[in-house]
């Protein structure tokens, strides 16, 4: 009797990155390692030790952009080509085991773009109208619908405007109970909208009740949520790739949340353009009931006190912003800055060092862990343009600086540059300004 011949064991290879493929999106591959193999360079891309790797092909699978692959030896090869019948160059993958068979039904179940439009008695928040141009963007690049969420009470005009944002279908859930923004109330009813119509991606403005209301939603939707996003997109597989700052703003993080759905994310104000509002645009509106009743909710609204502070400026709906860093030297100084904004009919703000030395209050701090702006006009005067300002103002109209470091890094974004003693500049432009002002306002009309 003679022993039966067992077939070659099917190689595994290694794997290998592409060159000029990989995105640096944080470090994914090398945390699904199960062995090491793989370190981070500086740039942010892996170094894969083929001493180590076993070929468990879990880095290929989870790279967003195909950047690694699996890698096989000749003699690999062959046996390949043996087991499978036929000669193939290429190397192939394992085949799809049942749980991810399981994953790609479970989330092909999601489809849609939703926008929530974050409203206070009745008056939409801007941000929402500049999530729903870009969430058209991303409906487009998934051939998928684009739809808005309003909640409130007497709130259906918002349902035509947000239309004419772009909206093909709005879900309206109207009662007296969501009068008043309650996280339990408002939670309850967004969960029960996408248990019932199963979107794949939700945005929501990143302002104090955006990130509330989406933080509640995602831990109830057991899915993931990125905060404070500065750019979004679609990959290759049809993944969100949500982009923010990370590590004090020193890079720029990519996340993907490749095995739940929805995928959520908040956008700061201004960060995304404003899109057009067309008043033709014909869009459908689905009224739902609401989800929770009055007596459910133990939270109750007394009485709301609105702030009647003259002083508290929203920088962030600006035209005109002066702006001062560490470089004005005393709070003291800020008053040129008051004197000059007020010729442009502009606000003053800050960096973060200067609010840090008290010389401004908080409200007025710009970059990442302020407000992002988006002015025609930004006057940084004495801003060395660390990474976590730039991430608020750079997508100004126009930036023009004063700094008497030639080599600081705000000089690169700039529109305009001026090298010497803001001291001296900024007293000399508000005077050229006032004249400028003062021979208009006695010209013959």
Not at 250 to 277: E, L
Not at 427 to 436: D, F, H, Q, V, Y
Request: proline share 6%; charged share 25%.
């Amino acid at each position: 009797m003679t022993d039966a011949v067992k077939p070659p064991k099917k190689p595994r290879g290694k794997a290998v990155l592409l060159e000029d493929k990989c995105i640096a999106c944080g470090a994914r591959c090398q945390s699904v390692c199960p062995v090491d193999a793989i370190q981070m360079n500086d740039a942010g891309e892996p170094i894969i030790d083929a001493s180590r790797c076993i070929g468990c092909v879990k880095c290929v699978k989870v790279c967003p952009v195909q950047a690694l692959q699996m890698a096989f030896t000749p003699e690999e090869l062959r046996i390949l080509e043996e087991l499978a019948g036929t000669a193939s160059p290429e190397a192939e993958l394992p085949e799809e085991d049942a749980e991810e068979v399981a994953l790609k039904k479970r989330l092909a179940a999601y489809s849609g773009v939703w926008v929530f439009i974050e409203q206070t008695g009745g008056e939409a928040a801007k941000v929402s109208w500049e999530l729903l141009g870009k969430g058209k963007e991303l409906a487009l690049a998934r051939s998928c619908s684009l739809s808005a969420v309003v909640m409130g009470d007497g709130v259906e005009h918002l349902c035509r405007q947000a239309i004419g944002y772009g909206a093909q279908t709005v879900y309206l859930m109207d009662a007296p109970v969501l009068h008043h923004y309650r996280t339990e109330a408002y939670q309850r009813g967004v969960c029960a909208l996408v248990e019932k119509y199963r979107p794949e991606v939700i945005l929501m403005g990143a302002t104090g009740l955006g990130r509330d209301l989406a933080g509640v939603v995602a831990t109830e939707l057991a899915t993931g949520l990125t905060a404070d996003c500065t750019g979004l997109s679609i990959d290759e597989k049809g993944n969100l790739m949500q982009t923010r700052p990370a590590f004090g703003g020193n890079i720029m993080a990519t996340i993907v949340c490749d095995k739940y759905r929805p995928q959520m994310s908040t956008v700061r104000p201004h960060v995304m353009p404003m899109p057009p509002f067309d008043p033709e645009a014909r869009g459908e509106i689905v009224g739902e009931p609401a989800a929770v009743k009055e007596e459910e909710i133990s939270v109750k609204v007394l009485q709301v006190l609105m702030d009647g502070g003259g002083e508290k400026v929203d920088i962030a709906g600006a035209d005109f912003i002066v702006s001062g860093g560490r470089g004005m030297m005393g709070k003291e100084n800020f008053a040129m800055l008051h004197e000059l904004a007020e010729v442009l009919g502009g606000v003053v703000g800050a960096s973060r060092s200067a609010v840090d030395a008290g010389w401004m209050p908080p409200d007025r701090q710009v970059g990442q862990t302020g407000k992002t702006v988006r002015p025609k006009v930004y006057i940084a005067c004495g801003i060395s343009g660390a990474i976590q300002h730039l991430v608020g103002m750079q997508d100004s109209d126009v930036v023009i600086a004063i700094n008497r470091d030639p080599e600081a890094p705000i000089f690169q974004v700039a529109s305009y540059g001026v090298v010497g003693d803001l001291f001296r500049i900024i007293p000399a432009l508000t005077r050229k300004l006032k004249a400028l002002k003062a021979a208009r306002a006695g010209a013959p009309s």
